[in-house]
């Protein structure tokens, strides 16, 4: 009996390590806002620091603050002053210059402790200048020895900005996506074996498989949804991953509206497994393609990295997965109960007769 | 009498079959003219980006009607003839060439009307012929797929909607984003370059029914 049932135990076993490891392990400490953010060149200016999941009282004289503009040119703050866990002021001289031909400049700001790590909030500084002085500029900004930074190794979850605590979404938007299209692709499989073979019960679990992709499909657009009006500030955007992901799904709501249509019960089977062939093969372009050839605020698309160490580290990896694996059990196990009703359905029916 | 005779000959029968149909031509034009129209009264100063989306749109919707029933026309007088002498693939690729002429009459046709009410200069006259012909021969594709699937079914035309608008949206995206860059060129646009996209499209939907359609009639 356990024989058969262990794909289902494991996928509760993996589906509660991943609500609970999920959203219990903590952020990195990281930078929530920096205050004032523009200055001009020659100002002595104080910054005020808030962090998050940060803890500044601890050793507090080994903080250390940076403004980077590229990777040889940077400032260090001349002094820090820790007020609270989540709260510091760092003050910068800045110098007369600044080592570009342009009279504005974006450049990043860096916290940095021998324990806690790096944080760095990008592109948050607005610097301008007067007057032109590239000479001058270099030998104020030029870190002669490279800026060396301090890596915290812990069983954390990144800090991104925009992102914040909503990373944690990966593990059930992106694992939704991912398990939606192994069923797609099992359930082709079966059409495909129908249409050689013309056994019922490969129609009948395509179909199951169908109707779980589709599911699952709905559930990655809402969360995507949701992670959406947190991040980009809308509920729906023109974003062309979003937007064809939207088309699969009424690619495939197509494909229920077909079977629903045909009366003749060989023939809708027969179409609805081309369809199925044709919907997947349709759907790969729609994902996978048209997103890299133009802009999308979603990873992996536009030239945007996907799985790069920008986007997920190991320690969201070791959540990532075991998600990818535990939606797929869950939804093959929805599939198989599905595919099972229609089965006795089927065979009510032929007693009836 | 070899399959491209065959494919000849049909293709033949189904102009004569038109052709002996006028009003629904006249149809056609009437529903071109009246859709340009609207746009000339109600649009005032149109831009690039207006008249594009006019065409396409008005486009999308002449597909719907002419290719959409294409093989219900065969369940009548010539049922006997067209599923029970012919080979159902060469009576497949006849209908779906047939409707890529056709439409790309009719996209001809509509960019005419539009010249004449909508007056719109498109800087390259022959890329703009070129994106036509492969935007409407993968339309043309999807809708006879979509057609024959659809053949079988109650309510045909809202399933030949339902089934092929998803898929015809992108190429109808990128044919409005690409026609957009032929009326006003940006400095980097590369019509080559493009079309790639939907070239790919068009052979990936010919190959991909050229294996689907004979397991639907293979039992």
Known sequence: ???????????????????????????????????????????????????????????????????????????????????????????????????????????????????????????????????????????????????????????????????????????????????????????????????????????????????????????????????????????WTKDIKLNMSALTMLI?????????????????????????????????????????????????????????????????????????????????????????????????????? | MNWHHQVAALIRRDFLFEWRNLYQIGAILGFMLGVSYIFYFYSGEISARSWSLAYWVSLLFLSFFSGGKIFESDLGECRYYSFQLINPFIHFISKSIFVIIELYIYSIMLWLVFWFLLPFKIQFGFQWLALLFICISTIGLIISFASYISMSATGKQILISILSLPIVFPILGMGFVIGMQLIEPNINFNFIKSIYPLLGIQFFCMALLIFIIPLIWKS
Not at chain 1, 49 to 61: I, Q, R
Not at chain 1, 85 to 105: C, G, H, R, V
Not at chain 1, 306 to 335: K, Q
């Open chain 1, 1 to 235: 009996m356990l024989y058969d049932k262990w794909w289902k135990i494991l996928a509760v076993i993996l589906f509660i390590y991943i609500l609970f490891f999920g959203i219990l392990i903590p952020l990195k400490p990281g930078i929530l806002n920096v205050s004032p953010s523009r200055f001009n060149a020659g100002d002595q200016v104080s910054v005020k620091v808030e962090g998050y999941n940060s803890f500044f009282l601890k050793e507090a004289e080994l903080w250390r603050a940076f403004i980077k503009i590229d990777s040889i040119h940077s400032l260090q703050a001349y002094e820090i002053n820790v007020i609270s866990d989540t709260e510091l002021s760092s003050k910068f001289n800045i110098p007369a210059n600044l080592p570009s031909n342009l009279n504005l400049l974006s450049a990043s700001f860096i916290l940095d402790h021998p324990k806690s790590g790096a944080m760095l909030i990008p592109s948050k500084i607005i610097l301008s200048q007067d007057s032109i002085n590239l000479a001058s500029a270099e030998s104020s900004w030029l870190n002669k020895t490279k800026l060396k930074l301090h890596y915290r190794s812990s069983f954390e979850f990144p800090y991104r900005n925009i992102l914040y605590e909503t990373i944690r979404n990966t593990f059930y938007h992106v694992s939704l996506w991912f398990a939606m299209f192994i069923f797609f692709g099992f359930s082709v499989y079966h059409s495909i074996k129908f249409l050689k073979h013309h056994k019922i019960e490969d129609d009948l679990k395509s179909n199951a498989l169908v109707n779980t992709g589709i599911l699952f499909g709905i559930l990655g657009l809402l969360t995507g949804s949701l992670w959406a009006r947190f991040t980009w500030d809308t509920w």
């Open chain 1, 252 to 353: 495939y709501i197509a494909y229920i509206v077909l079977r629903a249509s045909i009366q003749d019960i060989d023939k809708k089977r027969r179409i609805s497994s081309a369809y199925n062939i044709f919907a997947l093969v349709a759907v790969i372009p729609l994902i996978f393609v048209l997103p890299r050839l133009t802009d999308s605020l979603h990873p992996g698309n536009g030239g945007n990295p996907a799985f790069g160490s920008d986007d997920m580290d190991n320690v969201l990896r070791m959540v990532f997965y075991p998600s990818v694996i535990a939606f797929t059990l869950i939804g093959l196990w929805i599939a198989s109960l599905k595919y099972r009703l229609d089965y006795c359905s089927l065979k009510i029916e032929d007693i009836d007769e």
